[in-house]
């Protein structure tokens, strides 16, 4: 893949006119799209089928994190609607994804990752819900368990890239939102991945852990998420193609 189509636009809008006027402004430029919660509640799921007919495709960032046999659902849902990834919560533990994988199964183009430490959380977040050690720590941990489940990658941020590929080996994906361009101010990656509310402002867009797209592709990241930098940029498609080249 060339570095333009390992860049994930993330369309952290809060209703369907502006999701689709920022596609159609992007045209053929862009192939993959998040949509998030805050999107798919206020547009629904036929924004997800709308995207997908117009050959998109679609990371649907559900961040799934109940009984089994509701991610199941959750998951069948995801896949009828065309999406190519629904991410589900690692730290929901083995049952959960196995689920997911399994119910996955039904639609070939669907990809299920697991989320590993969301990128807005720091060691003292941790803690505070009694988990011990460093973020590092817990991604790797996380994403040692969603390879076992059968996880066709992770969510992580860019810092964790190297040593997320140096763990799982060339295939499974890893795709990192926080990203920023060498020399630039950061982005948000959405919502939906942050772990937060969609920000108006502020250097780091919600991510404690960010880091370069340069970093984040040389260190073997599949895709980088990127939010603000492009959809709310005076030439998305000059900005996007910025993102593309340091893939």
């Known amino acids: 893949m060339d570095g333009q189509s390992r860049v ?20 053929g430029a862009c192939g993959f799209y998040k949509v998030g919660l ?13 995207l997908v007919a117009q050959g998109h495709e679609v990371f649907l ?12 659902g959750a998951v069948r849902a995801a896949g009828g609607l065309g999406a190519s990834m629904v991410t589900v919560h690692a730290m929901g ?12 199964r039904e639609f070939p183009r669907l990809r299920v990752l697991a989320l590993t430490v969301v990128t807005s959380m720091t060691g ?8 011990g050690g460093t973020p590092d720590e817990q991604v790797l941990r996380l994403a040692r368990l969603a390879a076992g489940a059968g ?22 994906l890893i795709v990192t939102p926080g990203v920023t361009l060498s020399g630039g101010a950061a982005l948000s990656g959405g919502a939906a991945l942050s772990g937060g509310p969609a920000l108006s402002g502020g250097a780091d867009g919600g991510h404690s852990r960010s880091g370069t797209a340069e970093a ?27 993102f593309g080249a340091a893939g």
């Open 61 to 72: 960032d559900l961040k799934l994190f109940e009984i089994p046999n509701s991610v199941a």
């Open 151 to 172: 996880c066709a990658g992770v969510i992580a941020s860019p810092r964790e890239a190297g040593p997320l590929r140096a763990e799982l080996g060339p295939r499974p």
């Open 216 to 242: 984040a592709f040389a260190g073997g990241a599949s895709y980088v998420v990127v939010g603000r930098s492009v959809t709310r940029a005076a030439d998305p498609v000059a900005a996007l193609a910025r």
């Open 124 to 131: 003292s977040d941790l803690a505070d819900v009694g988990i």
């Open 8 to 27: 994930i636009v993330a369309l952290d809008f809060d209703n369907r006119r502006d999701a689709l006027e920022l596609v159609a402004r992007l045209g």
């Open 93 to 104: 533990g083995t049952g959960i994804m196995a689920a997911a994988v399994e119910a996955a």
């Open 38 to 50: 805050e999107l798919l509640t206020a547009a629904g799921p036929g924004l997800v089928r709308e």
